[in-house]
């Protein structure tokens, strides 16, 4: 009953910030469906949220990191994924957008963490090789990050960097993710350069109606927005790899929508929901736009997967064997003139079925 009673203050209160209780369902019921939850999650995740409206207490730290992920999330469309999240929950520290700074920002964090139960967020990574190479508030960030976790309820680290160290593991500071730090808490993985915002929503709201993370794969991440999906299963230039038709001059516009294996695209090793669930609310999403995936939802981002905008000279693909591209576009151009489906022969060849096969 207190429940329902705080549901309906919860629709009210967002109601008054312009989130009717409509579109709030609406938003609710396409998370539930994007965790690969029935539709009638939706209102039940719905009541479960608005019950929490102003309650739940979130913490939010930054690392070594761009702000990408929190850019990311406020410059989303209105009423987007940053304005539900922040009139959801009771952001009690959040070092970009808060309106205080220097020792009331500090007081507010030490606040939060005298009270506990929190939902804690890590943005960026966290510098492991040397303190000095990140500082706030003179005290090392590794510290105070691992004193905020010991009092947190969950952790979620949202963006490459604070799953996995992302681009600043490239560089010398021993950058690393929440896992290096988290080892007796609930640990979420949202990896992508910047975080989904969507992914994000979706998860706390997951957090909110059942109290538990939602399913997570080997690399802690859930596995509905990830590891159901190979990139280059579900790419629509799927068809011109089949046929060997890479893209290898971006001025030719007769190949422009030719598969980037060429361009170093790391979709054979890309586990990600992108080409389904689309970025910048429905738009679009990278390989669509003309630019090849760089698998920043792979711990092997950035550094295992550099560089970038060049074809991998031994680019261990699921099932080809780890041919070179070179090889495998030769390969690939002769099968298909034979008629054969390229898959099925590499698959043969090889004998194995592919990952996703074997989850099925
Ligand atoms: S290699 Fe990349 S562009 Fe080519 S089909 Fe696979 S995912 Fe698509
Ligand atoms: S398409 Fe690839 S590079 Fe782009 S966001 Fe998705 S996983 Fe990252």
Not at 34 to 54: F, H, K
Not at 117 to 126: K, P, R, S
Not at 248 to 277: E, F, V
Not at 339 to 344: E, Y
């Amino acid at each position: 009953m207190t429940d329902k009673r705080e549901a309906v203050a919860g629709f009210a209160a967002l109601a008054r910030r312009g989130v009717s209780r409509r579109s709030f369902i609406k938003l609710c019921t396409a998370a539930a469906v994007a965790l690969g939850l029935d539709v009638s999650y939706g209102p039940r995740m719905a009541g479960a949220a608005a019950a929490a409206v102003g309650k739940k207490p979130l913490v939010w730290m930054q690392g070594q990191g761009c702000t990408g992920c929190s850019e990311s999330l406020i410059s989303s469309f209105d009423p987007g994924p940053a304005e539900i999240v922040l009139d959801l929950l009771s952001v009690r520290y959040h070092p970009t957008i808060m309106a205080g700074a220097g020792e009331v920002a500090t007081e507010a964090w030490q606040e939060a963490l005298r009270q506990g139960g929190f939902i804690l967020v890590l943005e960026g990574a966290i510098p492991m090789a040397d303190p000095r190479f990140a500082l706030v508030d003179g005290r090392p960030f590794a510290e105070q990050f691992a004193e905020a976790a010991a009092r947190a309820e969950v952790v979620v680290a949202a963006g490459s960097c604070a799953a996995y160290g992302g681009i600043p593991r490239a560089g010398i500071t021993g950058a690393a993710g929440a896992q290096a730090v988290v080892k007796d808490k609930p640990l979420i993985n949202l990896p992508s350069c910047p975080v989904k915002p969507t992914r994000l929503l979706g998860t706390l709201l997951y957090y909110l109606t059942f109290k538990e993370a939602p399913p997570l794969d080997e690399h802690l991440r859930p596995v509905p927005y990830y590891r159901r999906f190979l990139q280059h299963e579900s790419c629509p230039r799927r068809g011109h790899f089949e046929q060997g038709e890479f893209l290898q001059d971006w001025n030719d516009p007769d190949t422009a929508d030719w598969c980037l294996l060429y361009k170093g695209c790391k979709g054979p090793l890309t586990y990600t929901d992108c080409s389904r669930i689309w970025w910048n609310d429905g738009v679009n999403y990278c390989i669509r736009a003309g630019s090849p995936c760089s698998g920043c939802t792979q711990p092997e981002f950035y550094d295992r997967f550099s560089p970038l905008y060049k074809k991998q000279e031994n680019f261990p693909a699921p099932g080809i064997l780890g041919m070179n591209a070179p090889a495998l576009a030769k390969g690939i151009a002769g099968l298909t003139a034979a008629g054969v489906a390229t898959h099925a022969v590499v698959r043969a060849v090889s004998g194995k079925k592919n990952e996703k096969e074997d989850e099925v």
